[in-house]
C-alpha cells in the first residue's frame, strides 16, 4: 500500500475540483432522482466543514470531508478516490485520518449516508471493515429503499 499526504483542502486548486466534480457526477449517475447528498463546492465551503485532499507526490489521490452536525456528532462527506488511484488504500487512509481528527475534536460519533448498489459495495466494504454499522437515519436524512446509514462509536 502507498503512502498518502493528507493535507487538508481550501478546494481553489484545478485537480481537486475536477474530482469533485467527478464525484458530484458519479453520485447523480448512481442514485435515484432526488436522492443525492453529495455536497457541492459551495457546500464544502461551509464552516462546519473540513475537506482533506491526499496525494501521490503531485498527483491528487482522492478526498474526503467531515460536516460538524453537533458537538457530538460528525457525518463523514465527499469520499472519492481518483480513478488512478483505485484499490491502492486512498480512502482507508483518508478514513483514518478523518477518525483520527474526530476524535481529536472529542466527537462521540461519525455517521455516513450512502447509496445501495454495486457503486456502493467498495465504500460500503471499507466502512464495514473500519468498525461502521448500519443504523438509522441521522439529521435531516429520511430512510428510504435506497439510502442506507453507517454509524461509528468512536469512543467504545
Known amino acids: ?26 453520485m447523480r449517475d448512481d442514485s435515484p432522482p432526488g436522492h ?4 457541492d463546492l459551495a457546500g464544502l465551503r461551509s464552516p462546519d466543514v473540513t ?6 507526490g503531485r498527483t491528487l489521490a482522492g478526498i474526503g470531508a467531515l460536516k460538524q ?8 462527506k465527499s469520499m472519492r478516490t481518483a480513478p ?13 485520518h478523518i477518525i483520527k481528527v474526530a476524535k481529536e475534536r472529542r466527537l462521540n460519533r461519525l455517521s455516513l449516508e450512502t447509496g445501495t448498489g454495486d457503486a456502493f459495495e467498495a465504500a460500503l466494504s471499507m466502512y464495514r471493515k473500519r468498525g461502521f454499522r448500519k443504523g438509522s437515519a441521522f439529521g435531516d436524512y429520511v ?14
Request: hydrophobic residues 45%.
Open 1 to 26: 500500500m502507498s503512502t498518502f499526504e493528507i493535507m487538508e483542502d481550501d478546494l481553489t486548486g484545478e485537480d481537486t475540483r475536477a474530482l469533485l466534480e467527478y464525484h458530484l457526477s458519479g
Open 36 to 39: 443525492s447528498f453529495a455536497l
Open 51 to 56: 475537506v482533506w485532499s491526499a496525494w501521490d
Open 69 to 76: 452536525l453537533d458537538a457530538g456528532i460528525g457525518e463523514i
Open 84 to 96: 488512478t488511484h483505485l484499490r491502492r488504500g486512498v480512502g482507508a487512509a483518508l478514513l483514518e
Open 143 to 156: 430512510g428510504s429503499e435506497f439510502n442506507q446509514f453507517l454509524h461509528l462509536d468512536l469512543w467504545s
